[in-house]
T-cell receptor, first 109, second 116 residues
Framework: DAKTTQPNSMESNEEEPVHLPCNHSTISGTDYIHWYRQLPSQGPEYVIHGLTSNVNNRMASLAIAEDRKSSTLILHRATLRDAAVYYCIGNSGNTPLVFGKGTRLSVIA | GAGVSQTPSNKVTEKGKYVELRCDPISGHTALYWYRQSLGQGPEFLIYFQGTGAADDSGLPNDRFFAVRPEGSVSTLKIQRTERGDSAVYLC??????????????FGPGTRLTVL
């Protein structure tokens, strides 16, 4: 599985876009990039995943670099409820998720 | 529909005691995962089941930890002779299959274990 590197923390103003970066320079061609987030006192929840193309869903967008060595999770309008720890995970088939320490996102009203 | 549930939500025990933590996965999910999370860290993999069998138990820290899933649904994580270092939040997750590339894992709220 690809080792990922993320900033320890980031801060955003409410209703502004947030770009959460992730480096995964050792990713293999079959590793998907998954993003999960963990709100305070809750288990992690799935956000989005992708392989090569950019992906959009109702929660966020995922922009994957052409060389796949990095990706960015985009929250289009941060709300107070988006304050959480965001985990970027490189994962191949039939293996468990390997979580790092993630990025703690603070959202300021 | 119902998500992953875990019981108890909190467990306080004394050093040396035996504990059991229960996980009820989402109905129909064949894969079930156990993780443990210490304060300030990301979840750490312990074991996962595909159906009734343990497909990968490489994350279990030692032989005091054991998990079962006898009917391919509910799972129990068992810890013998608990130590203070076992204190953590124990998380359970399930997914439709164990195809890690694309399958979403759904996590329960966790059981906070405190060993005094």
């Amino acid at each position: 599985d690809a080792k990922t590197t993320q900033p320890n923390s980031m801060e955003s103003n409410e209703e502004e876009p947030v770009h959460l970066p992730c480096n995964h320079s050792t990713i293999s061609g079959t590793d998907y990039i998954h993003w999960y987030r963990q709100l305070p006192s809750q288990g992690p929840e799935y956000v989005i995943h992708g392989l090569t193309s950019n992906v959009n869903n109702r929660m966020a967008s995922l922009a994957i670099a052409e060389d796949r060595k990095s990706s960015t999770l985009i929250l289009h309008r941060a709300t107070l409820r988006d304050a959480a720890v965001y985990y970027c995970i490189g994962n191949s088939g039939n293996t468990p998720l390997v979580f790092g320490k993630g990025t703690r996102l603070s959202v300021i009203a | 529909g119902a998500g992953v549930s875990q019981t108890p939500s909190n467990k306080v025990t004394e050093k040396g005691k035996y504990v059991e933590l229960r996980c009820d996965p989402i109905s129909g999910h064949t894969a079930l995962y156990w993780y443990r999370q210490s304060l300030g860290q990301g979840p750490e993999f312990l074991i996962y089941f595909q159906g009734t069998g343990a497909a990968d138990d490489s994350g279990l820290p030692n032989d005091r930890f054991f998990a079962v899933r006898p009917e391919g649904s509910v799972s129990t994580l068992k810890i013998q002779r608990t130590e203070r270092g076992d204190s953590a939040v124990y998380l359970c997750a399930s997914s439709l299959t164990a195809s890690g590339n694309t399958d979403t894992q759904y996590f329960g709220p966790g059981t906070r274990l405190t060993v005094l």
